[in-house]
C-alpha cells in the first residue's frame, strides 16, 4: 500500500514526510521556497540546509535507495507557510 498527502510547512521546524521507506517523491504545491533534506533524524531548527524547491524551477524531487533509518523533512526558507504533497509506499507518517 503507499500513500499520497498534502503536508503544510512552515519555517518553525522541520516536517516529518517520509519514514521507513526505500524511496520518496516530494512536490511543492504553493510558490516555496521549501527546503527537503533527507537524515536520519529531525534536523533542528537552527539547520537551514537542504534541496530548495520553489515555482520557478525545480518543484519536486524523488529520493531513491534510501538506507534504512533514513527520513524525509521539509521546512519553510522563509516565515510563511507553503504546501508539498508526499508520495510513498506504506503508511503516513
Known amino acids: 500500500m503507499s500513500y499520497t498527502k498534502n503536508y503544510s510547512i512552515t519555517q518553525a521546524g522541520w516536517t516529518l514526510l517520509v519514514t521507513g521507506q526505500t524511496t520518496g517523491f516530494v512536490q511543492l504545491i504553493s510558490d516555496g521556497p521549501?527546503?527537503?533534506?533527507v537524515a536520519q533524524s529531525?534536523?533542528?531548527?537552527g539547520s537551514f540546509d537542504g534541496v530548495e524547491l520553489h515555482a520557478e524551477g525545480l518543484n519536486e524531487v524523488t529520493m531513491e535507495a534510501?538506507?534504512?533509518g533514513d527520513k524525509i523533512y521539509a521546512r519553510c526558507r522563509h516565515?510563511?507557510?507553503n504546501t508539498?504533497?508526499?508520495?510513498?509506499p506504506g503508511t503516513a507518517p
Open 34 to 37: 521549501v527546503l527537503i533534506q
Open 42 to 45: 529531525d534536523p533542528g531548527t
Open 66 to 68: 534510501m538506507e534504512a
Open 79 to 81: 516565515n510563511e507557510t
Open 84 to 88: 508539498v504533497v508526499a508520495l510513498a
